[in-house]
Antibody, heavy 125, light 108 residues
């Protein structure tokens, strides 16, 4: 079964650092782009950025550039989303999702077909 | 950055009715790069439509997508009780691959 399994919920204080994970299985992890999506409480979906685990090519939304770091360890089929210094406004559900390919073309990017279950991050003093 | 505007914000319909959801983009995008997702409370989004009109695996044929250029539509014919949810469009033509703000389809 193709799936993405995310790490568990986190409760942190402002200023703390955090890394959450997304482990892929059932497919070739290195040949599909992985995206991260934020959903603040009661709000819509926001695209944060993507990574190609095969070579760690990464692209960020301008809204999130410099605020988070996206990385991947292809040896363990895992992508990460990291913060150096959390703020209360980072409180949200974070989803990872796989971009499927266009007709199997390498490095192509189609819609988000497989989603992780989400990781809730709460930042509160 | 491409902005996606969905309308209406909320659609109040009864089971068996037809739902028509709009997604307009601020720039022309290739119709191959527009997707629709469904999200139910407490769940991750689920892909319904990619390439503006191609149903994802396992999606019932009452869901259909259409449109091109800057105007796209998701149609749900004959609403089932499980279809009441929030729907998002997303463009993946040009990074950042932005989402619309969502349309909630609620039971009337």
């Amino acid at each position: 079964e193709v799936q993405l399994v995310q790490s568990g919920a986190e409760v942190k204080k402002p200023g703390e650092s955090l890394r959450i994970s997304c482990k892929g299985s059932g497919y070739s992890f290195t040949t599909f782009w992985i995206g991260w999506v934020r959903q603040m409480p009661g709000k819509g979906l926001e695209w944060m950025g993507i990574i190609y685990p095969g070579d760690s090519d990464t692209r960020y939304s301008p809204s999130f550039q410099g605020q988070v770091t996206i990385s991947a360890d292809k040896s363990i089929n895992t992508a990460y989303l990291q913060w150096r210094s959390l703020k209360a406004s980072d409180t949200a559900m974070y989803y990872c999702a796989r971009h499927t390919t266009i007709f199997g073309v390498v490095r192509s990017l189609d819609a988000l077909d497989i989603w992780g279950q989400g990781t809730m991050v709460t930042v509160s003093s | 950055e491409i902005v996606l505007t969905q309308s209406p914000g909320t659609l109040s319909l009864s089971p068996g009715e037809r739902a028509s959801l709009s997604c307009r983009t601020s720039q022309t995008i290739s119709s191959s790069y527009l997707a629709w997702y469904q999200q139910k409370p407490g769940q991750a989004p689920r892909l319904l439509i990619s390439g503006a009109s191609s149903r994802a695996t396992g999606i019932p044929d009452r869901f259909s997508g259409s449109g091109s250029g800057t105007d796209f539509t998701l149609t749900i014919s004959d609403l089932e009780p499980e279809d009441f949810a929030v729907y998002y469009c997303q463009q993946y033509d040009s990074s950042p691959y932005s989402f619309g703000q969502g349309t909630k389809v609620e039971i009337k």
